[in-house]
């Protein structure tokens, strides 16, 4: 059962969008058939419209009235113009930095108070009327004592409470879809809520967004791909953020950028670099890049270079996931099909049963067409939900961890759709990816990881003198146990007897083949001493073999 709050919210919902002459959306939501008959016995549903407005403005208008959650998703399918009719997708990009702000004295009391004291005491100017406005906060023009431009973040007010009710309704609505949607517990919509949970409480964390913009800017310094506001910690407070101002092109203005001749070839491009640099390399990637928090940096049209905003929403994945998913980038860009499906076992993505071959062939259905094409001409939304399809036949359930960099992933391609549809994302991927593989491969990387584990490794060498005492005492009791035992067990007793002893001295031989390595990998002095240890150790396991 629903709690009396959440059947509100609902309601308040179906009002808005009734409102806004959306109500065929409620009749055709499975997820209010327990609610149907109250959505009849509205009088609003047989009077109240709003029909004169074209209907990407009414949707516009609907997710604006409903708050942050529903802005943020027009905010993730504006996009996708390959998805949606143009005046949708029109309306609903609007949703990426014109949201209506609230006032600027607000704002100015808010900064105060987190401060502690009047605007003018921390900046040498303050502009009431905000620059942009989005879901959970708006953004003010200001300048330091110093006379350096800077932006000033504020969260909206009530933001947590609205936040916190709104999320009662999307796990009301989980529960429901679990209840009377055939099929939905694969889609895990009560996991994937609970991540959404997360994500979107951390964004209201203001410090928080603060560490991920230095953690991204310290990844990318020095680098012509990407700039990162510096952050000033100093004024930065749970509820108000500081950034270094940036003076760029807003990414979804490309007739400017073409006006002013940027390469939008390599823009894209390196956009697709950016991408995997954050999830391989780096695993901390920028998880809302809608075009409201890109800009261009166009000073060398020639080498443009992207600048990013708005850090609240940042993702990572556990190692092992990171391993599966770079695998299937791999092999998708190699068209193995059967490495994909053998993939998608092996991380238990599917279930444990399902025959490799049939997901192999049914992975080649969708695939294969697409290849050889351009960004232009096939769209990876269309292909997202034809795999659906596949993972609905073969019973694959959603990984909530995932489902931030698909999102990421959609904008991306969204992104590189608008500024250069002839984009080649094989030829530009493939490269990165297969460079990435061979470093994940090369001694550098390998010896790099052993000095990370090293003190693991050196617990493990000390620990190793007392185990070996341990088992050579053992193999000394087993010998006065058996010399008890009667005479006809005397064979066995030897070959124990020296099986053990073989055994103690492989384990001496191992600890000290690692100590040696470790002493060459550290460049410890004198080399030779290394040398010795693994070479000795190496000889007395080669001649056990």
Not at 32 to 47: E, I
Not at 199 to 227: H, V
Request: net charge neutral; charged share 25%.
């Amino acid at each position: 059962m629903i709690s009396a709050r959440v059947a509100i919210r609902l309601l308040e919902i179906q009002r808005v969008l009734v409102r806004h002459g959306l109500d065929e959306l409620v009749s055709a939501t499975h997820l209010y058939r327990p609610l149907r008959f109250l959505y009849f016995l509205q009088p609003s549903t047989w009077f109240e419209r709003r029909r004169g407005a074209s209907r990407g403005e009414r949707l516009r208008l609907a997710a604006e009235e409903l708050g942050p959650i529903f802005i943020k998703f027009g905010q993730a399918v504006s996009t996708r113009r390959d998805l949606l009719p143009p005046d949708i997708a029109d309306e609903l990009a609007k949703l990426q930095d014109r949201v209506p702000p609230f006032p600027g004295a607000a704002a100015r009391a808010a900064i105060e108070a987190a401060l502690g004291g009047p605007v003018g005491e921390f900046f040498g100017s303050f502009d009431e009327t905000p620059l942009a406005a989005a879901s959970i906060a708006q953004v003010h023009a200001a300048t330091l004592k110093d006379g350096r431009e800077v932006v000033v973040k504020v969260l909206r007010p009530g933001m947590r409470e609205v936040i916190r009710r709104d999320l009662e309704v999307l796990y009301a609505l989980a529960g429901l879809a679990v209840r009377f949607v055939p099929d939905a517990s694969r889609l895990r919509p009560l996991e994937v809520v609970s991540e959404y949970d997360k994500t979107i409480n951390d964004e209201l964390d203001l410090l928080r967004e603060a560490g991920n913009a230095a953690q991204l800017k310290r990844n990318f310094a020095g680098s012509p791909l990407l700039y990162v506001p510096e952050v000033h910690f100093d004024l930065s407070r749970p509820n108000v953020l500081v950034l270094e101002r940036i003076r760029g092109i807003q990414i979804s203005e490309t007739e400017r950028l073409r006006a002013l001749k940027v390469d939008l070839r390599k823009l894209a491009e390196n956009g697709v670099e950016i991408f995997f640099t954050q999830m391989l390399r780096h695993n901390f990637f920028h998880a809302d890049m809608h075009p409201g928090n890109i800009f261009v940096l166009a000073e060398d049209p020639a080498n443009p270079r992207y600048a990013a905003v708005d850090f609240g929403i940042v993702g990572t994945l556990d190692p092992k996931d990171l391993e599966y998913l770079a695998g299937n980038f791999l092999a998708f860009f190699d068209r193995d099909y059967h490495r994909i499906a053998e993939l998608h076992v092996e991380s238990g993505w599917v279930p444990a049963g399902t025959r490799v071959q049939e997901l192999e062939g049914a992975v080649r259905t969708v695939c294969e067409p697409i290849f050889d094409k351009p960004l232009a001409e096939i769209s990876f939304g269309l292909v997202l939900l034809r795999l659906f399809d596949i993972a609905r036949r073969f019973r694959m359930e959603v990984q909530p961890q995932l489902v931030l960099l698909q999102k990421t992933l959609l904008n991306i391609e969204g992104l590189g759709r608008q500024l250069y549809p002839e984009l080649d994302l094989y030829t530009t991927a493939q490269p990165f990816l297969r460079s990435w593989k061979a470093e994940r491969a090369s001694p550098r990387t390998l010896l790099k990881e052993a000095r990370r584990h090293l003190p693991e490794l050196a617990g493990a060498v000390r620990a190793m003198p007392p185990l070996v005492l341990r088992l050579l005492r053992e193999a000394e009791a087993r010998r006065s146990l058996l010399e008890v035992e009667a005479p006809a067990l005397e064979a066995l007793k030897r070959e124990l007897g020296a099986a053990a002893r073989r055994r103690d001295r492989t384990i001496v031989a191992a600890a000290l083949l690692v100590l040696g390595g470790l002493w060459l990998g550290m460049d410890a002095q004198p080399w030779w001493a290394g040398a010795l240890l693994v070479a000795g150790a190496t000889g007395y396991l080669v001649a056990r073999r």
